[in-house]
């Protein structure tokens, strides 16, 4: 799934920077560096990217918080992440988003067979 820019602050590529140089540009979770090499449970070599995720911390005010609002850019909502960790951190969302887009190519599929659809 690609990054909807339309969904963050204009100013997002200096508020992400801010936060990856917070976190001394190292994964707030594993400790992975920016930049270094990685070798994957397939065997496959990477490099470390360093990515901002959205945390969902409530507000001091205790007033709850959530992840996928791209505008909340508070520091202690947050964190450095690599790949790995932010795709772990956010699984439950790729995989919707992937069940959503199995289930459109279906349909589309079937109607290009020119099956009749009479339940949706």
């Not at 992840?67 to 450095?80: F, G, M, T, V, Y």
């Not at 992440?81 to 079937?110: F, M, N, P, S």
Request: aromatic share 8%; charged share 30%.
């Amino acid at each position: 799934m690609g990054m909807d820019r339309q969904r963050y602050p204009p100013n997002w590529a200096e508020i992400s920077r801010a936060a990856r140089e917070r976190a001394g540009w190292r994964c707030q979770w594993c400790g992975a560096a920016q930049g270094e090499e990685r070798v994957s449970l397939a065997g496959k070599r990477y490099q470390v990217v360093l990515t901002v995720a959205h945390l969902g911390t409530p507000f001091p005010d205790g007033r709850p918080a959530d992840k996928r609002d791209k505008q909340d850019c508070r520091p202690e909502n947050l964190a450095a992440l690599c790949q790995r960790c932010h795709l772990r951190y956010d699984i439950d969302e790729h995989v919707g988003h992937a069940r959503q887009t199995r289930w459109r190519k279906h349909r589309e599929a079937q109607l290009q067979a020119g099956q009749l659809l009479l339940f949706e």
